[in-house]
């Protein structure tokens, strides 16, 4: 149960702190003295998503504080799991910077959002205003069935088994789309990759054919430059060569002479040595060089057939092309490596399939299971809420497609009078009598899954009168087993409470505050007494709420 909440700087409120006991408690007020504000309080230190719009003092951050007392019973596993100290009281905080920025705190270890909203789903189930609307919807009546369910163990595995034949299904989409397009260019590919294949292209084909090419279509120039040089170095009467031989055989009588003549006696030899080598090169070069018309138009040719390779493929060369080979090899393998794949998946789909339905049913029969139960509570204590005649009926049927919730349609079927056909709850009821199933909705499943807190916002909200008591004294009876916190206008509602907080503003200062206030006794007669009979409270007013008081 919640024993204390503490605001600061959160919409209207500048700092309060309300203490909650055991059994009922009422909250009354104005309309728009701040009710909705402390349930909104409420909201987020159970996992609502804060804005900077919640601050009163845009220069000051907002705390909200919220003390519990955990039941004997409550699951230790994420605290543990998040590493945070378990206490019977649990302690959470929410700080909201003037940046936006939020920080939540459990036992003062900091935690997420999403372990504030795991615990906070445990501690306090949260009825808001228009809730009583998500009854219209099939999909939340669903999700109102399934927390009926208390072995949770049977979603669980529904939910793996699903979550697995989902992804293999869409893997194998993926593949067969990429299979059927590979198939439909399957001929294109094989044309390209053919012609690249015969083609017979090897690395940096275009540039050494560029460079043959380029000696052959220079082939006469070359051996010219050759011939002369190869004449001036070897074969001349006054070649290079043999004036080195005549300079090194005077030098050499006089080297022993002269100052480092050793060393310029080896110096020259070693000219000797380079020219006679450089002679022997070029005359090897100009041998390998000939004027050669056919082989010139052999390699031309070859290079325009590259150069519309590259063209068509929009490369800059060879290599890349052969890359493209390559690639286009690769892709023609995969097809049959892809078929393989698609068949192996099918089977392991058509295998999950069939647990996937076994799991569903287990899943369907425990809902049609606790539908049958789910309706008789409802529909009793709808009897006790003032519809004597009402008939309610759950019903579960089976769709054709299988989606994260199972293959169920549940809708809730209703009747308030004998002789009126069951039809669907949004279609028939009316207001307060949403309000009413919406209560015995919440009490069993509050219950059932051992919620110790529950919050109503109006959900009286559309009755008066007779049913109004009903209403009150069904609070009150859920109260000895949970704690219940209500707002209500009504005074039936409030005097049947066994505590009783006023919702005021105050103005101080040209500024608007909203204060929550404890009522005593003669507080609490004065309040019900102005909600009976509006600000001009009367004699008969205070004599009609001490009465509904008991006091």
Known sequence: MIKSLSISNYALIDNITIGFEKGFTCLTGETGAGKSIILGAISLV?????DTKVLYDKD????????FCLPHNFSKIIFE???????SDCIIRREISSQGKSRIFINDSPVSLNVLKSIGLSLIDLHSQDQKFSLSDNSQQLHFLDNFITDKSIFDNYYRIF???SELCRKKAYLQSEYEKINMEQDYYSFLYNELYE????????????????????????????????NLLYNDDSNVVDITKTIINNFSSISSFVNNGVKLLERLEDIKIETKDISDDLIRLNNSVFVDLEKSEELRNRLDFINKLLYKHKVNNVNELIEI?????????NTNELYIEI?????????????????AEILSKSRKSCAEIMSLQISNILKDLGITKNNFEITVSKTDNYTITGNNFVEFLFSANIGSPLAPLSSVASGGELSRVMLALKSIIAIKNDIPTVIFDEIDSGVSGITADAVAAKLREISK????????????????ADAQFLVYKEELENRTFTRVKLLNNKERINAIASMLSGSNVTAAAIENAVNLLGF
Not at 60 to 67: F, R
Not at 327 to 333: A, H, I, V
């Open 343 to 359: 068949e192996k998946i099918t089977k392991e789909i058509e295998f999950l399939y069939n647990d996937l339905k076994h799991k």
């Open 325 to 333: 080979r390559n690639d286009l090899s690769l892709k023609l393998s």
């Open 481 to 496: 087993n949970i704690q219940v916190i209500s707002i209500s206008h009504l005074p039936q509602i409030a005097a049947k």
């Open 163 to 165: 979550n697995s034949y």
């Open 199 to 230: 083609a017979n292209l090897s690395n940096d084909e275009d540039i050494l054919t560029e460079k043959e090419l380029s000696v052959l279509d220079n082939a006469e120039l070359i051996k010219e430059k050759l011939n002369i040089a190869i």
């Open 81 to 87: 799991e998040n590493d945070i100290d378990f206490n």
């Open 46 to 50: 159970l996992g609502e998503r804060a």
């Open 60 to 67: 000051k951050k907002c705390v909200i504080e919220a003390v």
